[in-house]
């Protein structure tokens, strides 16, 4: 069973910039994607951004040009840098890896908190 454990969300002033890493107990590539999802309090759990095994990526809209997802392979370790954060990017966020199979298998970290102040 891969685990996944995320670090680095706090407490950051609007505008601010917070680097949020996953870090997996094995190889990435066991993963065909991996990824970073939100949930804020009352919302459902939506996806952040995304990233292949081949290095494709993509974001939601809400997101776009602020945060960057990327991967080191080496490191077995998956990073979302968020810059000008903003109060409405505050919850929790948890990393995510897919196994596509017959039926696709998905992974789960136990989150972070990111706080933005206004």
């Known amino acids: 069973q891969v685990q996944l454990v995320e670090s680095g969300g706090g407490l950051v002033q609007s505008g601010g910039s917070l680097r949020l890493s996953c870090a997996a107990s094995?190889?990435?590539?066991?993963?065909?994607?991996m990824g970073w999802y939100r949930q804020a309090p009352g919302k459902e759990r939506e996806l952040v951004a995304a990233?292949?095994?081949?290095?494709?990526?993509n974001y939601a809209d809400s997101v776009k040009g602020r945060f960057t997802i990327s991967r080191d392979n080496a490191k077995n370790t998956v990073y979302l840098q968020m810059n000008n954060l903003k109060p409405e990017d505050t919850a929790v966020y948890y990393c995510?890896?897919?196994?596509?199979?017959?039926?696709?298998?998905?992974?789960w970290g136990q989150g972070t908190q990111v706080t933005v102040s206004p």
């Open positions: 995510n890896g897919k196994i596509s199979a017959v039926k696709t298998i998905d992974f």
């Open positions: 094995a190889s990435i590539f066991v993963f065909d994607i």
């Open positions: 990233i292949t095994s081949g290095g494709s990526t």
